[in-house]
């Protein structure tokens, strides 16, 4: 699929609308691939999302910490090592209010979230888009 500028632009707005400017692309991502492995019934701590996506462990620190503020995630320690944080999403559903606009820039159909059997990312990206 090739993107025009205008569908670009769009696109953007769109995730500064629902994230706000003063959040990364990399932030964006991890909260993405979080909610992946959320809806997947997936353990995760912020060092798996850090290695998963790039973003340095400081920074998710940081998006944690938002995320906890305003109560969309809750940590606690992981049964076989408390050093370790694990993360719950609270309201898996927040995050794809954002979908809707997307899909129809993107010319794509939105389905609700999910728990569903681990799938590849090409399976999972078809779920959404044709």
Do not use: N
Not at 8 to 37: K, N, P, Q
Not at 41 to 69: C, E, I, P, Y
């Amino acid at each position: 699929m090739i993107f025009t500028d205008k569908q670009l632009e769009d696109l953007l707005a769109v995730l500064v609308a629902r994230f706000g400017a003063e959040r990364s692309l990399g932030e964006i991502h991890a909260t993405s691939y979080a909610l992946r492995l959320s809806r997947e019934g997936s353990k995760f701590s912020v060092s798996d999302v850090a290695k998963a996506t790039g973003v340095s462990k400081q920074s998710l620190s940081r998006w944690l910490q938002h995320h906890v503020d305003t109560g969309q995630v809750k940590t606690q320690p992981a049964e076989d090592d408390a050093r370790i944080q694990e993360i719950t999403i609270t309201d898996p559903a927040w995050a794809y209010r954002h979908l809707e606009p997307m899909a129809k820039i993107l010319g794509c159909e939105v389905g609700q979230p999910r728990r569903v059997a681990k799938r590849s990312p090409r399976e999972e990206a078809s779920r959404y888009c044709d």
